[in-house]
């Protein structure tokens, strides 16, 4: 089956034709970054016109250099969505025409399956499943790829995703359009510990992304420094970038016990954010596929093949859109199959009786008294449930244990220290998620009351802030 591809979402043209049986044929790419480098970003009508006066000619030029004429295809498939409404009707109706013409099958193809099928074009391409990072334009995201149509979303974008955070920070520090690649370059001669920008979104359990207030916290910054300065914000700001990315990726792997991760998008270039995640993916032996590098990555990871090879995949296994679907400015991201979704346990523990030396008066240091303790203990118990095994989930009577032990060999002040010091020695001790702990203390005085302090803690979260400690102390 020989498929044309045809992708006109943004700011650039493709063209590709992909065989389902030899590979990937041909494909050509224009880009319109010139076009719209005078306006510091996409003009969408100017990149409307421009599609219109590439396509014909880009088509005729793939198709002879895979020499096929338009008769030998089979089908014809088009970005749908999401992108610029005007950009994706240019393809889409020249799809339908051709299509319709040839009398051949049209098949929209939604613009991030795209990013998450590329890596089948690569050698050797990547097993099923994995968990994929798409980090382009307007979108990042993290995805549990299972198979071909079947997919689960983890986390999106709240807000501004990591490649306009790069392209506004870009602008803000005077580099112009597109900024990324410039940004990155500036940021190579920074100092990283001059600016400590926050690392948005890590400090709870959430896989969904949101860049917008770390680019106001570069804005002022900015307003704050000479332009001398400048190459350190841009620093700060890509290990702030960088760290989220990782953090949220070492987290995806770790809550859906995959061993794969695919990165995808323009962002996926970033040569800190290779390096960072390498590292990452190295301790956990876990392996990882990143885009081409160079101008066969611009190639490969924005607009050419990989729309091609989606439509051409999903057809051989059975999908199919005889309907002709239009574009859809506002895609949303595409998800499959429920019934492979995580399942994460929760394992209470209430009313459990400590004794320990605890408080700030004499009176308090010369007895242990007696706290109360709620655990909520969370952790993947998928295999558990399978096995009915001990050995697969986390012994109860341990946990107990090692708390009453924790509370006889440990004396502190404050009940915020004890509890803080006490997740840590569990999360430590036992192959836990995360983990929330309540502890009440009785307080004596004219109205004797309870006092209680929670502590919520993420395993990932933990050992990120122990990279930046380490990191920076180096």
């Given amino acids: 089956m020989r498929v044309l591809g045809i992708e006109t979402s943004c700011d650039e043209t493709g063209i590709a034709v992909y065989d389902t049986q030899l590979g990937l044929r041909a494909h050509a790419l224009h880009t319109q970054a010139a076009l ?38 089979d089908g014809v498939a088009y970005t749908e969505g999401p992108g610029l409404i005007g950009a994706l009707l240019t393809g889409a109706t020249l799809a339908k025409t051709l299509a319709w013409t040839l009398d051949i099958p049209a098949l929209g ?21 994995f968990v994929a990072l798409i980090v382009s334009g307007g979108h990042s995201l993290l995805m549990d790829v299972i198979g071909i149509g079947q997919y689960r979303l983890l986390g999106d974008t709240l807000d501004d995703a990591a490649g306009e955070a790069f392209d506004k920070t870009a602008k803000l520090l ?18 990283p510990k001059a600016f400590k920008f926050a690392r948005p979104m890590t400090d709870r359990p959430s896989l969904d992304f949101s860049f917008s207030g770390l680019k106001t916290q570069v804005l002022l910054a900015t307003q704050r420094s000479a332009p001398e300065q400048y190459a350190d914000i841009a620093r700060g700001f890509e290990e702030a970038v960088v760290d989220t990315l990782v953090w949220k990726c070492l987290r995806a792997l770790d809550e859906t016990r995959r061993d794969r991760l695919v990165v995808a998008g323009g962002v996926g270039a970033n040569a800190r954010l290779r390096e960072r995640l390498q590292l990452g993916l190295r301790k956990r032996g876990a392996q990882r596929v990143f885009p081409a590098s ?43 199959s429920a019934e492979h979704a995580m399942s994460l346990t929760t394992i209470l523990i209430k009313n459990l009786r400590v004794d320990t030396v605890i408080g700030v008066y004499e009176h308090e240091k010369t007895a242990p008294q007696s706290l109360k303790l709620d655990l909520e203990l969370r952790l993947d118990a998928r295999r558990a ?6 050995i697969d989930t986390v012994d109860y009577d341990q946990v107990c244990a090692a708390v009453r032990e924790y509370g006889r060999s440990h004396q502190h002040e404050l009940l915020e220290r004890f509890t803080h010091e006490l997740a840590g020695a569990l999360m430590r001790r036992f192959p836990l998620r995360s983990l929330g702990l309540t502890a009440w203390k009785s307080i004596a005085g004219l109205l004797p009351a309870e006092i209680a302090v929670r502590v919520e803690m993420d395993r990932l979260a933990l050992e990120q802030a122990q990279a930046d400690e380490d990191r920076y102390n180096d």
């Fill in 385 to 390: 449930a399978h096995t009915d095994a001990l």
């Fill in 109 to 129: 193809v939604h613009h991030l399956e795209g990013h998450l099928l590329a890596p089948l074009l690569e050698t050797p391409a990547p097993a099923f499943p």
């Fill in 36 to 73: 719209h480098r005078d306006y510091g970003g996409v003009v969408p009508e100017l990149a409307s016109r421009d599609h219109i006066l590439r396509l014909l000619p880009l088509i005729d030029q793939v198709l002879d250099a895979a020499q096929l004429t338009r008769r030998d295809l």
């Fill in 294 to 336: 160079g101008i066969l990555h611009r190639q490969w990871r924005d607009d050419c093949p990989r729309r091609r090879l989606a439509p051409g995949c999903r057809r051989a296994r059975g999908f199919s859109d005889p309907r002709h679907p239009p574009t859809r400015p506002r895609h949303p991201a595409p998800t499959h």
């Fill in 174 to 191: 005077g580099l112009g359009y597109p900024g990324g690649p410039a940004l990155a370059r500036l940021a190579e001669s920074g100092d």
